[in-house]
């Protein structure tokens, strides 16, 4: 089974620390961190994701504002300039160590995260990264995780 990532939870995922929106946000976070720190792999969807499910319900929830979809579209081209390929709806990716690794040293030398601009959570995210991604819930199990210093 894969877990389902919408284009800007490619970079939400490198920072995730236990903090979010709600309650249910969050333990959903939780949930989806094991999994995907156990190596199961993610399949990039269009719109709201497995993380996007508690918020669904809420009146006016902004997984579905075309500012979101834009930090999709943003995340989606650095993240696939990255890894040197484009990344499509329906692509499927593993977050092992490289993975992660790598994506977490261009997210600390701010050169994937035009998608972050003007997200609510880039303060936090900054500190993190900063941190050297300490308190990450997301880590691959096959190798420590790496800390990324700009």
């Known amino acids: 089974m894969s877990i389902r990532l919408r284009g800007h939870h490619l970079l939400c995922m490198l920072t995730f620390v236990g903090e979010g929106y709600t309650a249910a946000f969050t333990d959903n976070y939780r949930k989806i961190a094991k999994r995907l720190s156990s190596g199961e792999t993610i399949e990039i969807v269009d719109g709201p994701d497995d993380i ?82 300490k308190g990450v819930k997301i880590i691959s199990q096959t190798a420590e995780p790496a800390a990324c210093h700009g």
């Open 52 to 133: 996007c499910q508690p918020l669904l319900c809420s009146q006016g929830a902004h997984c579905y504002k075309a500012s979101v979809v834009q930090r999709d579209i943003a995340a989606l081209d650095a993240v696939g300039r990255l890894l040197g390929k484009t990344l499509l709806i329906g692509d499927t990716l593993k977050p092992d160590h490289v993975f992660l690794s790598r994506l977490r040293l261009a997210f600390s030398h701010n050169s994937i995260r035009k998608a972050c601009h003007d997200c609510e959570w880039s303060s936090l995210c900054d500190k993190v990264a900063a941190s050297g991604f």
